[in-house]
Every structure is written in structure tokens, then in C-alpha cells.
């Protein structure tokens, strides 16, 4: 991962500029030689707000009678070694800890998410291709195809964030109550949290 552009991004998503975090991503993506990976570059997942509102909605529900819900977490699956299938599990909790230290995120009773009936990620197909591609082929050794893949792979968890953040917007607008928790989002094995709001 280039972990000096995340660092960048992280601090920007922290103090809520997930556009200016998009543009400088975007920006450090389109100085790189052209790689298949360049395909993320003006894409967006804003068609899936109206349909992402309304399974988080669907699922706050589901989870009245179990739990007293204090916050959302969205992950998206490990996407860049299976790019078969991007997706989002979402999983309540009964507390919300904060952001200064994410180990409480692990202390989740799976019954209290959505790891049966994940939402399906779709329009970045292109990529989902391309990252099949780059693994298959190991292509990873190649510094031009990992540097683009490096920085598509924040790009497409900001992405992701982008579409959490207008979700939330939507419920916000339909007087939703699931969007008086706090929402965190990001992908597996990813420190690049958002709080959607």
C-alpha cells in the first residue's frame, strides 16, 4: 500500500474532507504511467445511494428487537485478492467506542450483521478485471502496474466512503433513525476509516 498518501488521506477523512482526500488520490493516480488501474479515475458509486440507504434502513431494523444499536460499522471485503465479487457486510453494535482505538470493531456477535445477505457492490467491474488480472498474472512485481494499483485500491475505499456518506444523507432526508448512529466505514484490513455523516 503507499502508506504516505493513506497518512494524507486519513487525515483529511478525519477532519470530514473526503472530497479534497478523493481529488488528491485521484490527482496522485493520474501522475502515474497508465495502467489498467487508471479506469477508477472520474468513477463513483453514487448509483448505489437510494439502494444502500435502504439496506442499512432494512438492517437497523432488523436489529431493534436484538439490540439497542450505538453505531454501524461497513466493511468492504478484502477486494483487491477477490475480485470476484466486492461487497459490504454491515454489523451493529450496542456501544460506540470512538476512533482513537478501533479493537472494540472486533467485539461483534456475527448474528449482528449483515454477513449472510451482503450488499453487492456494482460499476467497477472494469477493475474487479483488472485486480483479477494483476493477480493472476502476478503482475504485482511489475513497480508501474503496483504503484496504480496501490493508489486505486484508496481510491476505491474512498469511493466507498463517498457512497456511505450520501446514504446517510438520504436516510437523513427520509427521517431515517439509523442515521443518528454513528457510521464507520472501510475495507478489510484497511486503518483508512470514515465516519459517515
Known amino acids: 500500500m503507499n502508506f504516505e498518501l493513506a497518512e494524507k488521506l486519513d487525515t483529511l477523512i478525519t477532519s470530514n474532507k473526503l472530497d479534497e482526500a478523493i481529488t488528491l ?5 493520474w501522475g502515474l504511467p497508465q495502467t489498467p488501474f487508471h479506469a477508477i479515475l472520474g468513477k463513483d458509486l453514487l448509483h448505489l445511494v437510494d439502494p444502500m440507504a435502504k439496506y442499512l434502513d432494512a438492517f437497523y431494523q432488523w436489529m431493534k428487537p436484538t439490540i439497542t444499536t450505538k ?9 483487491t485478492i ?26 461483534v456477535e456475527l448474528e449482528n450483521s449483515t454477513a449472510n445477505d451482503p450488499f453487492l457492490l456494482t460499476g467497477f467491474e472494469d477493475l474487479q ?6 493477480m493472476e ?16 485500491e484508496l481510491i476505491i475505499i474512498l469511493r466507498l466512503q463517498q457512497l456511505m456518506r ?13 442515521v443518528n448512529v454513528p457510521l464507520l466505514v472501510t475495507a478489510h484490513d484497511y486503518d483508512l476509516i470514515y465516519k459517515a455523516t
Not at 453505531?71 to 477486494?79: K, S, V
Not at 478485471?129 to 494483476?134: G, N, T
Not at 450520501?166 to 427520509?174: F, H, S, T
Request: net charge negative; aromatic share 16%; charged share 35%.
Open 71 to 79: 453505531a454501524l460499522y461497513a466493511e468492504m471485503n478484502g477486494f
Open 129 to 134: 478485471e483488472a485486480y483479477d488480472d494483476y
Open 166 to 178: 450520501e446514504a446517510v444523507k438520504a436516510g437523513k432526508a427520509k427521517g431515517k433513525t439509523w
Open 137 to 152: 498474472k502476478e503482475k504485482y512485481h511489475d513497480k508501474r502496474q503496483r504503484s496504480g494499483s496501490e493508489v486505486c
Open 25 to 29: 488520490a485521484e490527482k496522485e493516480l
Open 82 to 107: 477477490n475480485p470476484d465479487l466486492w461487497y459490504v457486510d454491515v454489523f451493529a453494535y450496542d456501544e460506540y467506542q470512538g476512533l482513537d482505538d478501533l479493537d472494540w470493531l472486533a467485539d
